[in-house]
């Protein structure tokens, strides 16, 4: 099963530091960890993707447990902007390769 | 943006009637996926295309059928609109299929079936 699990909604204040949990305990060894945000009335878009190190790009960082059974996305300083519905998606090899997106973490962001 | 949209945006269809929804895509990705969101579901992937004439089923592809005759476009039919297939279409699109290529989505279309 490729699903993940995430918590159905968080808040954070604005510009204060938001950290997004995903546990994927079934996960492979080859199996990366992909986050997505979807903003209202738009299409999912690309955060950040990795496989065993943390990773960092201009939009987050991504935290990889040692053992890999869970992730962290987080989001240095939250604005407005940043409210939306995070998805952590872990694509696996097995089989036909494809997303399974779950319902995601509902990110509301305070001022 | 990335080079893909979909048309049309919205639109209204009766009950029985067929409705064609179109992606098209600038960036010569070989991989192209139609999802389908609901509230309560996430989204859930329709059918898939990895080449052109190369498609297969995802997760709840009956009532819809797709095709894929040149690289930039992919097409989504629904041959009989039922209300169930009411909700918010997204087409993606990916360079390769390998667990580190990510997606690129469209702005999705709005499809109300009365």
């Known amino acids: 099963d490729a699903k993940t699990t995430q918590p159905n909604s968080m808040e954070s204040n604005e510009e204060e530091p938001v950290h997004l949990p995903c546990n994927h305990s079934?996960?492979?060894?080859?199996?990366?960890i992909h986050w997505y945000r979807q903003l209202p009335s738009q299409g999912p878009e690309y955060v950040i993707h990795?496989?065993?190190s943390n990773v960092n790009n201009r939009m987050a960082s991504l935290a990889i447990a040692e053992d890999r059974k869970s992730s962290t996305l987080i989001l240095h300083r939250a604005t407005l902007r940043d409210a939306a519905v995070y998805y952590c998606?872990?694509?696996?090899?097995?089989?036909?390769?494809?997303?399974?997106f779950g319902t995601g973490t509902r990110l509301k962001v305070l001022a | 943006d990335a080079g893909i949209t979909q048309s049309p945006r919205h639109k209204v269809t009766e009950t029985g009637t067929p409705v064609t929804l179109r992606c098209h895509q600038t960036?010569?990705?070989?991989?192209m996926y139609w999802y389908r969101q609901d509230p309560g579901h996430g989204l859930r992937l329709i059918h898939y295309?990895?080449?052109?004439?190369?498609?297969d089923k995802g997760e709840v592809s009956d009532g819809y059928s797709v095709s894929r005759s040149k690289t930039e476009d992919f097409l989504l039919t629904l041959e009989s609109a039922t209300s169930s297939q009411t909700s918010v279409y997204f087409c993606?699109?990916?360079?390769?299929?390998?667990?580190?290529?990510?997606?690129?989505f469209g702005s999705g279309t709005r499809l109300t079936v009365v």
């Open positions: 993606a699109i990916s360079e390769g299929m390998g667990a580190g290529y990510g997606y690129t």
């Open positions: 079934t996960i492979s060894g080859t199996d990366y």
């Open positions: 990795g496989l065993t």
């Open positions: 998606i872990r694509p696996s090899l097995l089989g036909t390769y494809k997303y399974i």
């Open positions: 960036e010569n990705h070989r991989y």
């Open positions: 295309s990895y080449g052109v004439k190369d498609t």
